[in-house]
């Protein structure tokens, strides 16, 4: 079985040096394998985001598309600006609730959470070491309210 892993921007796969070199001697449908890639890496525009492709003898082909670093994931939401330096200090961003449960859903397979709730707090604990705040307060206190049941209306719907 061969093993090709790679990092591709979401949704820009192409059969260039990267993948083209790599599944050229498998003797694989190369067109077919990136526009498959391309479809499953969309919702990760503009991020670049692990992929593994696998042939194996009969060349059958398994793509698994891995999750982009939640920090990029946050940035991206926050349209691009960067996380501050201080995250007692600097505001860097913030994000609403409906934020944090889009990327929650998006990474709660590669989060260590089993549920909406606890990949949200996991969303805001990164938020926080990166300087952003989520409804304009602070992690500590976002967790605490996600744990009171605050935010039961936007986590359960």
Avoid: F, H
Avoid at 18 to 43: R, S, W, Y
Avoid at 102 to 127: F, N, Q
Wanted: charged share 25%; hydrophobic share 40%.
């Amino acid at each position: 079985m061969a093993e090709i892993t790679a990092l591709i921007e979401g949704g820009k796969a192409t059969a260039g040096a990267q993948l083209g070199t790599a599944l050229g001697p498998l003797g694989v449908n190369i067109g077919k394998i990136v526009a498959d890639i391309n479809e499953k890496t969309k919702g990760y525009a503009g991020m670049k985001v692990p992929v593994t492709i696998e042939v194996d003898k009969q060349k059958n082909v398994t793509i698994t598309v891995g999750s982009p670093p939640t920090s990029a994931m946050i940035t991206k939401e926050m349209k691009g600006e960067k996380g501050g330096a201080n995250q007692r200090t600097d505001t860097a961003g913030n994000l609403t609730m409906e934020q944090v449960k889009k990327l929650a859903e998006m990474k709660l397979d590669a989060l260590a959470s089993t549920s909406i709730y606890s990949a949200a707090r996991e969303i805001v604990g990164t938020c926080n070491s990166m300087a952003v705040t989520v409804e304009g307060k602070r992690a500590k206190e976002m967790q605490k309210e996600i744990d009171e049941g605050k935010w039961d209306s936007i986590l359960k719907a």
